[in-house]
Nanobody, 126 residues
Framework: HVQLVESGGGSVQTGGSLTLSCVGS????????MAWFHRGPGKEREGVAA???????NYADSVKGRFTISRDNAGNTLYLQMNSLKPEDTAMYYC?????????????????????WGQGTQVTVS
């Protein structure tokens, strides 16, 4: 059973930055499509960024140019660097893993395709 544990959330002012981390219990990062999702207050869970095993990335339009997803396969760690944060970025952020082919889709953010999920880390921007 794969476990994913997020960290790095917190409260920041508008325009600030945060880096989220997600550590996996097994060596899945080199074999799975990895992604970050978020769920804002009263909203549905939405995809934020995804990264293929090759390192190619895909971003939601709302975060392009501000967020960067990366992975350290050797360290079983996924990152999300978030810059120029806005109040609308306030949400619980989750990392998730899906079969590798999911990341090759033009839109890889169907959360039903992701097998493993972390417990989430809260980001609040004010």
């Amino acid at each position: 059973h794969v476990q994913l544990v997020e960290s790095g959330g917190g409260s920041v002012q508008t325009g600030g930055s945060l880096t989220l981390s997600c550590v996996g219990s097994q060596d899945i990062f080199s074999r799975y499509c990895m992604a970050w999702f978020h769920r804002g207050p009263g909203k549905e869970r939405e995809g934020v960024a995804a990264i293929e095993t090759s390192g190619l990335t895909n971003y939601a339009d709302s975060v392009k140019g501000r967020f960067t997803i990366s992975r350290d396969n050797a360290g079983n760690t996924l990152y999300l660097q978030m810059n120029s944060l806005k109040p609308e970025d306030t949400a619980m952020y989750y990392c998730a893993a899906a079969p590798a082919y999911i990341c090759k889709r033009p839109y890889p953010f169907n959360d039903g395709d992701f097998y493993f999920w972390g417990q989430g880390t809260q980001v609040t921007v004010s």
